[in-house]
């Protein structure tokens, strides 16, 4: 089965709590570590890109309170901070980098002191396409008639009006992250035309009647999986009234003979969260324009009963074989999995209020190979700890020089 990773590698610099980060991903990612240690954060810089991407990089900074809230605060003042995104853009194959500088300019506004995007085709790997922008000029580009840059903006979304860059930009901004309001999955929706959920889950009954039209079965096995964390749920359905639409669930009532029916009001907490998490997971269903690249789910646990872990599980990676899955999660049942990769597990810590990303350490991967015990129970008595030779923090002279832009190491 081919895979489904987008994101192979992420480096960030000064984003939030992170003072510096390089870590790759694969299909499904945990992240896991103890209240405040920066794992929404990681996620958020992830997000950042597609909000960016997708509305502005005004919108996005202003978003998140302001530069001076998104750029990390330490004593030493960063004036910038930085992502760099390595991918393998599906079903394409390319692969390439993208990568952004975004510098502080007083009082409280920023520019775009770098950027710097390059595509390779993998079956003919002497074409690539690339870009590099410095502080509102390209310097440097593989394309003939190259679009106007403004300083405040990211220039893959004027790159992506040519079709070298197009993929690259439709997967980035093709990214989900969730952290549902249960209030906003309630009650009677207008139709929404967007083909993504929203963070909240606010389109779901929308996002459903789509997935029921265009992959019937994709719909079916989310039943299924729903039927298998609450026991008497039978179908869920979209009925309009109007122009507006809800959520209807067939439930199995005493014993009447036919599930009766009820709507979003009606439904418990954890019905409505499995509920978002399975249509955020296989959102796409099996049309290949729906794809979503990646998923990030926040802690997908929450309101759930232990015994439900395992078929969170379940879903969790079946979804990983389409799209990549990342997901924050304090559970250790949901990790109670004796085949859990330990590859998968990213151990998040604070040090001194900065941010340590990094695969399990040496302790923890050999108790974890030995069988000695799940990651679950590692994550229990808190032993899932970042390995310290995997992190640019273990060496600060490295922090400077984390591979942000390739600018530096090759000619074009
Ligand atoms: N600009 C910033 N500079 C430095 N630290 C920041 C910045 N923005 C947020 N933080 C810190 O990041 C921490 C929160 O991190 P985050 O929300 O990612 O934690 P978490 O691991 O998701 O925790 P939880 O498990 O409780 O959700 C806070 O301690 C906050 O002070
Ligand atoms: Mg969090």
Do not use: W
């Not at 992240?31 to 405040?36: H, T």
């Not at 500088?101 to 595509?119: A, D, F, L, N, W």
């Not at 009006?161 to 992250?177: C, H, I, N, W």
């Amino acid at each position: 089965m081919k895979d489904s990773t987008f994101i192979t590698r992420v480096v960030l610099k000064n984003y939030k709590s992170i003072a510096a980060c390089d870590v790759r991903l694969g299909s499904l990612t945990f992240l896991v570590g103890r209240n405040g240690s920066g794992k929404s954060n990681f996620l958020d810089a992830l997000r950042f890109v597609a909000d960016a991407l997708n509305s502005s990089l005004g919108h996005a900074i202003r978003d998140r309170g302001g530069i001076n809230d998104v750029c990390r605060r330490s004593r030493g003042h960063p004036n910038h901070f930085s992502i760099r995104l390595e991918f393998v853009v599906l079903p394409e194959g390319f692969t390439g980098h993208y990568a952004f500088q975004i510098r502080k300019r007083p009082p409280g506004g920023y520019e775009v002191q770098t950027e710097e995007c390059s595509v390779q085709n993998k079956s003919c790997l002497t074409s690539e396409a690339y870009f590099r922008v410095e502080s509102g000029t390209v310097t440097d580009t593989s394309v003939e008639v190259a679009p106007a840059v403004a300083p405040d903006r990211l220039y893959l979304v004027n790159a992506s009006g040519l079709p070298e860059f197009r993929s690259v930009y439709d997967a980035f901004s093709r990214m989900g992250f969730y952290n549902f309001n249960l209030d906003k999955i309630r009650g009677f929706k207008d139709l929404d035309p967007a083909d993504i959920l929203m963070e909240d889950g606010s389109n779901l009954t929308s996002i459903l009647a789509q997935l029921t039209q265009l992959s019937p079965a994709v719909k079916t096995d989310i039943e299924e999986y729903l039927a298998l964390v609450v026991p008497d749920i039978r179908e869920v359905d979209v009925k309009a009234f109007g122009s507006k639409q809800i959520l209807a669930f067939r439930q199995k009532v005493g014993e009447d003979r036919y599930p009766g029916r009820f709507l979003t009001n009606n439904m418990s907490d954890g019905t409505l969260r499995a509920l978002g998490i399975l249509v955020a997971l296989f959102q796409g269903g099996n049309e290949q324009q729906r794809r979503v690249s990646l998923v990030g789910i926040e802690e997908p646990e929450i309101a759930l009963h232990p015994a439900a872990a395992g078929v969170l599980l379940d879903a969790l990676r079946d979804a990983a074989h389409r799209t990549q899955v990342i997901v924050t999660t304090h559970s250790p049942d949901l990790l109670e999995d004796k085949h859990i990769d330990v590859e998968s597990i990213l151990a998040v810590e604070t040090d001194d209020g900065n941010t340590v990303i990094a695969p399990v350490d040496e302790v923890g991967r050999s108790v974890l190979h030995d069988r000695l015990f799940t990651v679950g129970e590692l994550l229990r008595v808190d032993q899932l700890r970042p390995d310290p030779n995997q992190t640019p923090l273990a060496n600060r002279e490295k922090t400077k020089q984390l591979d942000l832009f390739d600018s530096n190491k090759k000619e074009y």
